[in-house]
């Protein structure tokens, strides 16, 4: 998905751009209907699937740009042999000049999109926390990073939200709805206030915290003696990156507690879109 500030930035660089927007999808795609990129005469931002598809996209438009023709296309293209792919679908592509409504449409529709993202909050700033930034904010997420020291928080990429706050459990009472929880403080005990907090908010899909099992069964008995609920504890996802089999580097951390969260997001939202009825949900994938 493209930020706004993305695509205001692009289209300052190339006044003259492109948009191309899958607006119908039959069968397999690499991406949705919806989708769309914007091509400039040096350079593209977003993707509508790459491939070959892509290419002649790219091709297309630049042709346009070339010729200085006045343009509004659309592409219907088979997903197949004819043009060295294999998908099997069948896409049609709009290709439309951006002009000043073109440009507030898309823009709009970026802005939406970007409220309706789930916000990703993550406690503590130190290595694991700057590479969990690094990863997190290349996804249709809402990142803040908290912490309770400022100096922690320079350098935090463009897109990431710093938050410095003497007593960061109060950040998860005033979150949104559906907001996950990373926890990687630099102290043990602000961790467990924290995690109790999380823990509290049934409507969170997912509460993680960095940690050992010896640090987790310290947490289970404190969390216990402190009256909370045992079952919350089967909510904890303790450590986090539990799949990379006690990789310690922050970055692999990183990747696999992203793609933890991912997970358990797209779960909760996939339970959320089930009809009434009980039926199943399915989505077809390919390329």
């Known amino acids: 998905m493209l930020r706004a500030t993305e695509i205001s930035a692009f289209l300052s660089r190339n006044p003259a751009a492109i ?3 899958l607006t119908m999808v039959l069968g397999s795609s690499p991406r949705a209907a919806g989708t769309f990129m914007l091509i400039g005469e040096a350079e593209t931002i977003g993707t509508i699937g790459g491939g070959a598809l892509e290419h002649m996209v790219i091709a297309r438009a630049r042709q346009v740009m070339r010729d200085g023709e006045s343009f509004d296309d659309d592409l219907d293209v088979p997903l197949g042999p004819e043009i060295g792919q294999c998908c099997g679908g069948r896409v049609n592509v709009e290709m439309r000049l951006v002009d000043a409504r073109k440009a507030g449409e898309l823009l709009r529709r970026a802005e939406t999109e970007e409220a309706l993202q789930p916000n990703v909050f993550v406690f503590g ?3 694991v926390g700057q590479a969990l930034a690094r990863t ?6 809402k990142v803040t990073i908290v912490d309770t020291r400022p100096d922690e928080l320079g350098g935090l990429p463009p897109g990431v939200t710093g938050k410095v ?3 960061p459990e109060a950040v998860v009472r005033g979150a949104p709805k559906g907001s996950a ?5 630099h102290d043990h005990a602000l961790d467990f206030l924290i995690a109790a907090e999380a823990l509290a908010r049934a409507d969170s899909p997912y509460v993680g915290m960095i940690g050992s099992r010896t640090k987790r069964a310290r947490f289970s008995s404190w969390f216990k003696a402190e009256g909370g609920d045992p079952q919350l504890l089967n909510r904890l996802v303790m450590p986090i990156g539990a799949a990379g089999l006690g990789d310690k580097r922050p970055e692999v951390i990183a990747a696999l507690a992203a793609a933890e969260i ?3 997001i797209g779960r ?9 009825t009980g039926g199943k949900v399915r989505a077809v994938h390919g390329r």
């Open 262 to 264: 991912l997970v358990q």
């Open 19 to 21: 948009a191309a927007e």
């Open 165 to 167: 706050i003497a007593m």
């Open 181 to 185: 929880y990373l926890i990687l403080t």
């Open 136 to 141: 997190l904010v290349l996804l249709p997420l």
């Open 125 to 127: 700033a130190g290595h």
């Open 268 to 276: 909760r939202e996939d339970s959320a879109a089930r009809p009434i």
